[in-house]
């Protein structure tokens, strides 16, 4: 299980994530989901939208009349990060409010995997991508490479 080359890129131009946005079909009840029970700071809110803040990084909730009922089958999902001393009290309070659990965690690290009130996949987490990265190394899935 060595690293291989890293594959050929040309210019890297992303630098990172600037924001994800959700749409949402009631923007009161999702902007008190996401300020009052996962903790993003409120920044700026419009009879369309909002701003949030999740650490550095920036959530945007869009009013929407065509947002879906119902989760995706897929997987895709956004994972917020938790420091290990507060994931049992996050967790405990995202139960309490009554979130749908979308999935068991079998990975590294605490996660709890739930639905938001538009049904968005998301999870909370308590580790990084050092310590996963660290797991696999142990007990890689097939075919993994590494490339640092």
């Known amino acids: 299980m060595g690293r291989d ?3 050929q890129t040309r210019v890297r ?3 990172g994530i600037n924001h994800a946005t959700f749409a949402v079909r009631e923007l009161g009840r999702s902007f008190r989901f996401y300020t009052e029970v ?3 700071r409120a920044i700026a809110r419009w009879d369309g939208g909002a701003y949030l803040e999740a650490g550095e990084d920036w ?3 869009i009013l929407h009349p065509e ?3 119902e989760p995706l089958p897929e997987y895709t999902h956004l994972a ?3 420091s290990p001393a507060l994931f049992g009290e996050a967790s405990k309070r995202l139960r309490e409010a009554g979130v749908e659990v979308w999935q068991e965690n079998q990975t590294e690290g605490e996660s709890l995997y739930f ?3 538009d049904g968005h996949k998301l999870e909370i987490h308590a580790s990084d991508l050092e310590r996963r990265l660290e797991a696999n190394k142990r007990n890689p899935p097939p075919g993994m490479r590494f490339y640092r």
């Open 13 to 15: 131009l992303v630098e």
């Open 80 to 82: 917020f990060s938790v």
């Open 59 to 61: 959530i945007v909730l």
């Open 5 to 7: 080359k890293e594959p």
């Open 67 to 69: 947002t879906r009922e």
């Open 115 to 117: 639905l938001d009130p």
């Open 38 to 40: 996962l903790g993003l």
